[in-house]
């Protein structure tokens, strides 16, 4: 049942475009980027435990990386796009390797400052950044077609759930939850916590770095308020809303909240820009008293409970 309500739901999804405008299928595209990127946030954060607050930052890296090799460098669109996610995963490898020997809040303090330092160099060096011109992203000819680029968005964002879910149900994804609950236990058991949380942080670089591509395409033109760190907390709203250490959480958090601004701008309720931060919030607030694992926590707790209730067998013949 379950993977047919999964084949249902992706064939939904392949349905869109042709039942939506033109914008309701850019803001789409945009937020199934986002999801990746949100993606990336709960590897580090949800699984491994260490709170990265520098996403904004590899987010940009990714996506000015991106930018500069298509438009600058004359690179393919093949050829960028996996370049770039490796740029951001290799100055991710240089940021760990220092931060990662720092534990909790530290981890965090470090990370932002490391995402205020990115977003100072990106506003100040203008022939890095384009400076007002910004940095054009040309888009190959198969990509010019909005519907094109969504079902590309679309496609890697299903293959990074499939490459989440085979980490987290494999040896990997055991190791760095057991740091998640208690990084002395796992060092005294044998475990190499560090090695293992610096190829986590790498591995989600990689996929923000991923992210911030895709943006850059849809976008057609970025600035250096991509590396904002702004962005770090939205990833972590999103993620905290969506559900914390699921896999549809991330997912179900920034798809919702993405289009849940753009309807409330689109219906004429002004300010919604301004304020962004108070929404936030104020759903998060409802979400931590109400859902404190996010609403795909919930909705996984409601369904245990039912099931432990009403039996295996009943739950599956009444969902069915």
Request: aromatic share 12%; hydrophobic share 55%; net charge positive.
């Amino acid at each position: 049942m379950k993977a047919a309500g999964l084949i249902a739901l992706l064939g939904v999804a392949a349905a869109l475009p042709w039942m939506l405008g033109k914008y309701q299928v850019r803001i789409l595209t945009l937020a199934m980027a986002w999801s990746i990127a949100t993606l990336s946030l709960n590897l580090i954060l949800g699984y491994t435990g260490q709170a990265s607050l520098a996403h904004g930052a590899f987010l940009g890296i990714g996506a000015y990386s991106f930018g500069i090799m298509v438009q600058r460098v004359g690179l393919n669109f093949w050829v960028s796009l996996p370049l770039s996610c490796m740029i951001t995963a290799l100055l991710g490898l240089l940021v760990g390797l220092p931060s990662l020997r720092t534990r909790g809040p530290y981890f965090a303090i470090v990370t932002l400052c490391f995402n205020v330092i990115v977003l100072k160099v990106f506003e100040n060096w203008t022939w890095l950044s384009g400076g007002i011109q910004g940095q054009v992203v040309p888009r190959p000819a198969f990509l010019a077609q909005r519907w094109a680029r969504y079902y590309l968005v679309l496609a890697f964002l299903v293959l990074t759930l499939v490459v989440m879910r085979l980490v987290v149900k494999s040896l990997l994804g055991v190791t760095l939850m057991s740091i998640r609950s208690n990084e002395e236990l796992a060092e005294a058991v044998g475990v190499n916590t560090f090695r293992n949380k610096l190829l986590a942080f790498v591995v989600s670089c990689f996929i923000v770095g991923l992210a911030g591509a895709l943006l850059a395409l849809e976008n057609g033109q970025l600035d250096f308020t991509i590396t904002n760190y702004l962005y770090s907390f939205y990833l972590l709203i999103y993620l905290l809303i969506g559900g914390i250490a699921t896999l549809s959480g991330p997912v179900v958090g920034t798809v919702g909240l993405y289009l849940l601004l753009d309807y409330m701008k689109n219906i004429g309720i002004k300010g919604v820009e301004e304020f962004r931060y108070f929404l936030f919030g104020l759903i998060l607030a409802l979400v931590i008293i109400f859902f404190p694992m996010g609403i795909m926590g919930g909705v996984k707790r409601a369904w245990e409970w039912a099931r432990d209730r009403f039996g295996k067998g009943d739950v599956e013949e009444a969902a069915g």
